[in-house]
């Protein structure tokens, strides 16, 4: 160490009688000191996902959404057309229509046990196609959050 003897001092006469010399090294001067590096992370670069809708587990959802087209929308501009699909609809679960926001929200009773829940499904959004008519719901399920 270049450092190190350079702060190298004679130190006063030791009891036996010879004399000695004391190194002071500072603390960057040790031999075995690692600089500690921090470990970064890794930032989460969330991609913004385009809201889809997973064929395989929508039945268990007790809210689904469905957009709905301008024939279809047309219909539920009628109060008696809305009013009698809700009554039919009102033994399976709860319909509502956004009519600006041009698509239907579909609940079904959260007492309704899972393995019923897609049997229940399907009945329902039989129902509600069979009367509105046009282009299939399931093929235009979208997910809303309110």
């Not at 959404?65 to 609809?89: R, V």
């Given at each position: 160490n270049a450092k190190a003897a350079s702060n190298v001092k004679p130190s006063a006469i030791s009891t036996n009688g010879t004399n000695t010399t004391t190194t002071t090294t500072t603390l960057n001067d040790t031999a075995g000191h690692k600089k500690k590096h921090?470990?970064?992370?890794?930032?989460?670069?969330?991609?913004?996902?385009?809201?889809?809708?997973?064929?395989?587990?929508?039945?268990?959802?007790?809210?689904?959404?469905?957009?709905?087209?301008?024939?279809?929308?047309?219909?539920?501009?009628?109060?008696?057309?809305?009013?009698?699909?809700?009554?039919?609809?009102?033994?399976?679960?709860?319909?509502?229509?956004?009519?600006?926001?041009?698509?239907?929200?579909?609940?079904?009773?959260?007492?309704?046990?899972?393995p019923q829940r897609q049997t229940h499904w399907t009945s329902t959004i039989e129902v509600i196609q069979t009367k509105l008519g046009g282009s299939s719901l399931l093929a235009s399920e979208t997910v809303i959050v309110d």
């Open positions: 921090r470990k970064r992370r890794k930032k989460n670069r969330h991609k913004k996902n385009q809201p889809s809708v997973s064929t395989k587990m929508s039945h268990l959802k007790l809210t689904r959404w469905f957009n709905i087209d301008k024939n279809q929308l047309a219909k539920f501009n009628s109060p008696s057309f809305t009013s009698s699909l809700e009554q039919q609809i009102k033994k399976w679960g709860i319909l509502s229509c956004r009519k600006d926001k041009r698509y239907i929200k579909v609940q079904i009773s959260r007492r309704i046990p899972l």
